[in-house]
Each structure stands twice: as C-alpha cells, then as structure tokens.
Nanobody, 115 residues
Framework: QVQLVESGGGLVQAGGSLRLSCAAP????????MGWHRQAPGKQRELVAH???????NYADSVKGRFTISRDNARNTVYLQMNSLKSEDTAVYYC?????????WGRGTQVTVSS
C-alpha cells in the first residue's frame, strides 16, 4: 500500500501561516509531479498547487501570491507554504503524486482558518 503522509495542518487565525508537508516513498516521489488538492465542506475537490520534476509550478488563481509549493528531493517531501490565510482556505488538503502507474493520494490534513 503506497502511502503519502501529510502533516502540518491545524487551526490558524485569518492572516496567519501554515506549512504543510507530504512525505512519499522514493518510488512515488522521484521524477514525478507532486501537488496538493483541497476539499471544503459541500464543495468539489480542487487543485491548489502542482510542482513538476523540473520544479516548474502552477497554482490555483485563488492562492497565487499567497501559497508556495516546493519539493525537497533529498527528503522525498513536498511542501505547501500558506501565507495570508483566509477563511475560504478552510478545507482538507490532500497531497498527490502523478506517476506512470497512476495517481496516488494521501489521506488528507485539515486546515481551519478562523475569521
């Protein structure tokens, strides 16, 4: 069973920051695109940020300028630095990896932003 393990979620006030981490097995991480989706209550899951093996990135319009995705190839870990958090960022955040054998997902970490 492939495991992507997220951490770093929690409760934060609006305007605050959190950093999410996602650790993956090397076979899933190395050379593959990684990223984050989120799902808020009653809403569809949406892409937040994506980073390719060449470190190119893309972001949802709603988080551009506030969130930064990065990867540490030595630690097989992808990060999501979230600044200037808003109440609408409240959601469960899921890490994913796109590989030749399919897409793998973590179990999610809750981020709650209080206004």
């Amino acid at each position: 069973q492939v495991q992507l393990v997220e951490s770093g979620g929690g409760l934060v006030q609006a305007g605050g920051s959190l950093r999410l981490s996602c650790a993956a097995p090397e076979s899933i991480f190395s050379g593959n695109s990684m990223g984050w989706h989120r799902q808020a209550p009653g809403k569809q899951r949406e892409l937040v940020a994506h980073i390719r093996s060449d470190d190119s990135t893309n972001y949802a319009d709603s988080v551009k300028g506030r969130f930064t995705i990065s990867r540490d190839n030595a630690r097989n870990t992808v990060y999501l630095q979230m600044n200037s958090l808003k109440s609408e960022d409240t959601a469960v955040y899921y890490c994913f990896s796109i590989t030749r054998s399919g897409v793998y997902w973590g179990r999610g970490t809750q981020v709650t932003v209080s206004s």
